[in-house]
């Protein structure tokens, strides 16, 4: 499985940017398409997760701003970010989820900066 992020950019606060995550490979076993990010000096983690059956979830700090979704068709998850913050700025990576025990599979990150 391979993932290629895109989409990042510069931003000033309160603007929007829409990020892309192209699936392709064996996804057969994959459970869900993730996005992750990492702030300089921050541990990943979680922004939003879309579910196989379509189920989205979001972390608090984003809930209400980011909108993750998917088009079957071209086997790609985006994630709209709106009403963007300063401490938004970060890597965002997608990761493709497999069922517990297995290994996922993680795209290059793409850059997110958000500044005046």
């Known amino acids: 499985v391979q993932l290629q992020a895109s989409g990042g950019g510069l931003v000033q606060p309160g603007g929007s940017l829409m990020l892309s995550c192209a699936v392709s490979?064996?996804?057969?076993?994959?459970?869900?398409v993730d996005w992750y990010r990492q702030a300089p000096g921050k541990q990943r983690e979680m922004v939003a997760t879309?579910?196989?059956?379509?189920?989205?979830n979001y972390a608090d700090s984003v809930k209400g701003r980011f909108a993750i979704s998917r088009d079957n068709a071209k086997n790609t998850v985006f994630l709209q970010m709106s009403s963007l913050k300063p401490e938004d700025t970060a890597v965002y990576y997608c990761y493709a989820a497999r069922p517990s025990g297995y290994l996922g599979f993680w795209g290059q990150g793409t850059l997110v900066t958000v500044s005046s």
């Open positions: 490979g064996s996804i057969i076993s994959i459970t869900s």
């Open positions: 879309l579910s196989r059956g379509g189920y989205a």
